[in-house]
C-alpha cells in the first residue's frame, strides 16, 4: 500500500538550499546534493551553488547498480567511495561521466522508515577534509529527517482535521435528513389523526342521528301505548335514558342543545355566548327586551336550566 507524504514546501527547501552549499564549504568539495527517490527515479532535488558542480536541479538517473546512491539505499547506510577509479565495484560508475570519482553519500528517511533519497557530497579527487566531515555530513541528515518528520506531523494533522470536518459534515446532514424525516413522518401522523378523528366524530354523529329518527320515535309511540302501566313504563323511561346517556357520550353536546332549539333561539344563545346583555340583544334584532327574555326562559328550559340559578352564557360556554 503506497504511504502518503506531503509536497516539500518551498520555505524548507531554501533551508535545505543553505544546508547544502554549508556542506560544500565546510567539506571544500564542489558538488553536495539532496536527491529525491522516487523509485526507479532517482533525481537532483537540492544542489549546492559552486561554479563546478556538474548537477543541476531535476537532473534525474535511472536507479541501478552503477549509481552511487544506489550503493547507498541497498545498505541503508553510509557509502564511501574513495577514489572510483582504483575500485573495481564503480570502476565504471555513471558519475564518472562528470569525473566524480569521490563519494560519500547517506540514506535520508521518512519518520515511517520509507525512503524519501540520499544527501551526498562529491569531487573529482579524494577529499581528506570531506573524509573528516562525515560525521558531520550524518548530522545535516539528521536534520533533514527532523524537517521530513515534522513536515509529516503537519501533514497527517491536517488530513486528520480534514476527516474529522468531513465526518462532521456528513453527520450533520445525517442529523438534518432525519429530522426532516421525522418532521414529515409527524405532519403525515397529524393528518392522519386528524382524518381519523373527523372519520370518528363523522361516524358518531350517524349514530346518533340514527338512534335518533330511528329508534327515539318509535319509544314515544310505545309510552302512548303504555299510560296507565307504571311497571312497564319505568322501563321503558331507563331505556330513554340509557339511549340519551349513550348517544350524548358520541354527540356534541352544543349541538345538541342547538338541535332543540329553534333558529330564534339558536341566534340569541350565540349572542349569549359572546357576552351580549338582553338589551344589547333586543337592540339587534329589533325586538322587545320581553320578548328576548321570553326566548331565554325557553333556552334555559330545553338545557335543564329551568328553576336553577346557573347563569346561561356559563353554561352554554362549558358545552361549548
Same mark, same amino acid.
Given at each position: 500500500?503506497?504511504?502518503?507524504?506531503?509536497?516539500?514546501?518551498?520555505?524548507?527547501?531554501?533551508?535545505?538550499?543553505?544546508?547544502?552549499?554549508?556542506?560544500?564549504?565546510?567539506?571544500?568539495?564542489?558538488?553536495?546534493?539532496?536527491?529525491?527517490?522516487?523509485?526507479?527515479?532517482?533525481?537532483?532535488?537540492?544542489?549546492?551553488?559552486?561554479?563546478?558542480?556538474?548537477?543541476?536541479?531535476?537532473?534525474?538517473?535511472?536507479?541501478?547498480?552503477?549509481?552511487?546512491?544506489?550503493?547507498?539505499?541497498?545498505?541503508?547506510?553510509?557509502?564511501?567511495?574513495?577514489?572510483?577509479?582504483?575500485?573495481?565495484?564503480?570502476?565504471?560508475?555513471?558519475?564518472?561521466?562528470?569525473?566524480?570519482?569521490?563519494?560519500?553519500?547517506?540514506?535520508?528517511?521518512?519518520?515511517?522508515?520509507?525512503?524519501?533519497?540520499?544527501?551526498?557530497?562529491?569531487?573529482?579527487?579524494?577529499?581528506?577534509?570531506?573524509?573528516?566531515?562525515? /560525521?558531520? +555530513? =550524518? $548530522?545535516?541528515?539528521?536534520? @533533514?529527517?527532523?524537517?521530513?518528520?515534522? !513536515? #509529516? *506531523?503537519?501533514?497527517?494533522?491536517?488530513?486528520?482535521?480534514?476527516?474529522?470536518? /468531513?465526518? +462532521? =459534515? $456528513?453527520?450533520?446532514?445525517? @442529523?438534518?435528513?432525519?429530522?426532516?424525516? !421525522? #418532521? *414529515?413522518?409527524?405532519?403525515?401522523?397529524?393528518?392522519?389523526?386528524?382524518?381519523?378523528?373527523?372519520?370518528?366524530?363523522?361516524?358518531?354523529?350517524?349514530?346518533?342521528?340514527?338512534?335518533?329518527?330511528?329508534?327515539?320515535?318509535?319509544?314515544?309511540?310505545?309510552?302512548?301505548?303504555?299510560?296507565?302501566?307504571?311497571?312497564?313504563?319505568?322501563?321503558?323511561?331507563?331505556?330513554?335514558?340509557?339511549?340519551?346517556?349513550?348517544?350524548?357520550?358520541?354527540?356534541?353536546?352544543?349541538?345538541?342543545?342547538?338541535?332543540?332549539?329553534?333558529?330564534?333561539?339558536?341566534?340569541?344563545?350565540?349572542?349569549?355566548?359572546?357576552?351580549?346583555?338582553?338589551?344589547?340583544?333586543?337592540?339587534?334584532?329589533?325586538?322587545?327586551?320581553?320578548?328576548?327574555?321570553?326566548?331565554?326562559?325557553?333556552?334555559?328550559?330545553?338545557?335543564?336550566?329551568?328553576?336553577?340559578?346557573?347563569?346561561?352564557?356559563?353554561?352554554?360556554?362549558?358545552?361549548?
Amino acid at each position: 500500500m503506497p504511504v502518503d507524504h506531503p509536497e516539500i514546501p518551498q520555505e524548507t527547501l531554501a533551508n535545505w538550499q543553505q544546508l547544502v552549499d554549508l556542506v560544500a564549504e565546510l567539506a571544500d568539495v564542489p558538488a553536495s546534493l539532496i536527491m529525491k527517490t522516487d523509485a526507479p527515479d532517482h533525481a537532483v532535488l537540492i544542489t549546492s551553488d559552486h561554479p563546478e558542480n556538474p548537477y543541476p536541479v531535476g537532473l534525474s538517473f535511472q536507479l541501478n547498480p552503477k549509481l552511487y546512491c544506489q550503493g547507498v539505499l541497498q545498505r541503508d547506510g553510509e557509502l564511501v567511495v574513495k577514489d572510483a577509479a582504483c575500485d573495481p565495484v564503480w570502476a565504471d560508475n555513471d558519475d564518472l561521466e562528470h569525473g566524480m570519482t569521490f563519494y560519500i553519500g547517506l540514506p535520508l528517511k521518512w519518520p515511517d522508515g520509507s525512503v524519501f533519497g540520499t544527501i551526498c557530497v562529491l569531487d573529482r579527487k579524494q577529499n581528506r577534509r570531506a573524509l573528516l566531515f562525515r /560525521e558531520g +555530513l =550524518a $548530522q545535516f541528515a539528521r536534520m @533533514v529527517e527532523s524537517d521530513l518528520a515534522l !513536515l #509529516q *506531523e503537519v501533514y497527517l494533522r491536517r488530513a486528520l482535521e480534514e476527516k474529522l470536518n /468531513e465526518t +462532521l =459534515a $456528513q453527520l450533520e446532514t445525517r @442529523v438534518a435528513d432525519r429530522t426532516r424525516e !421525522l #418532521q *414529515e413522518t409527524n405532519t403525515a401522523l397529524r393528518v392522519l389523526l386528524s382524518s381519523l378523528d373527523d372519520d370518528r366524530k363523522s361516524r358518531d354523529h350517524e349514530i346518533v342521528e340514527q338512534v335518533r329518527s330511528r329508534v327515539l320515535p318509535y319509544l314515544e309511540k310505545v309510552r302512548a301505548q303504555l299510560a296507565g302501566d307504571e311497571a312497564q313504563y319505568v322501563y321503558l323511561e331507563l331505556a330513554e335514558k340509557n339511549l340519551n346517556e349513550l348517544t350524548s357520550a358520541l354527540s356534541d353536546k352544543l349541538t345538541d342543545a342547538f338541535a332543540v332549539m329553534t333558529p330564534t333561539e339558536i341566534e340569541i344563545a350565540q349572542m349569549v355566548m359572546f357576552g351580549k346583555t338582553t338589551k344589547d340583544i333586543a337592540k339587534a334584532l329589533s325586538r322587545e327586551t320581553s320578548t328576548i327574555d321570553f326566548h331565554r326562559n325557553n333556552i334555559r328550559r330545553k338545557l335543564g336550566l329551568e328553576g336553577r340559578s346557573q347563569n346561561l352564557r356559563s353554561h352554554l360556554l362549558s358545552i361549548s
